[in-house]
C-alpha cells in the first residue's frame, strides 16, 4: 500500500520499471498501475523505431541496438519533458503498433 500524502503535497511521480525480458516488468507494472489512482502506463516499446530504421543494414548490429532502436527524444519531449515542468499533457502521440511495425496516434491526457 502506498502512503497517501496531503492535497497540498501531491504531485506527479514518474516511475521506471526495469529489468531483464521475461523477469515480469509489465506483471508488475500493471499491478502498480492498478494500486496506484489516475496512474498511466507507457511501454518503452510504445516508443520503438520501425523494423527499417531499427535492422538498418549500413549500421553494425551494435549501433542499431543502441542508438536506433527507441525514440527516447520523442517520448521525452512528449511525456517526460512537460511532466517534469509541471505541465498537463494532452496531445496525442504515436505508440508503436507491432503488429503493423507502424504507428497508430492515442489521445493522451495527464492533468499537472
Not at 54 to 81: D, H, M, P
Request: with cysteine.
Amino acid at each position: 500500500m502506498l502512503p497517501q500524502l496531503p492535497e497540498s503535497q501531491k504531485q506527479s511521480v514518474v516511475i521506471g520499471v526495469d529489468g531483464l525480458g521475461g523477469s515480469g516488468k509489465t506483471t508488475y507494472a500493471t499491478e502498480l498501475q492498478q494500486s496506484v489512482k489516475n496512474a498511466y502506463l507507457f511501454h518503452l516499446d510504445d516508443f520503438i523505431h520501425p523494423e527499417n530504421i531499427r535492422y538498418n543494414n549500413t549500421y553494425e548490429e551494435w549501433f542499431c541496438y543502441y542508438e536506433l532502436q527507441w525514440r527516447y527524444e520523442y517520448l521525452i519531449s512528449k511525456l517526460l519533458a512537460p511532466l517534469k515542468k509541471g505541465l498537463e499533457v494532452k496531445c496525442y502521440i504515436e505508440l508503436y503498433d507491432k503488429e503493423t511495425d507502424s504507428y497508430k496516434e492515442q489521445a493522451v491526457e495527464i492533468p499537472r
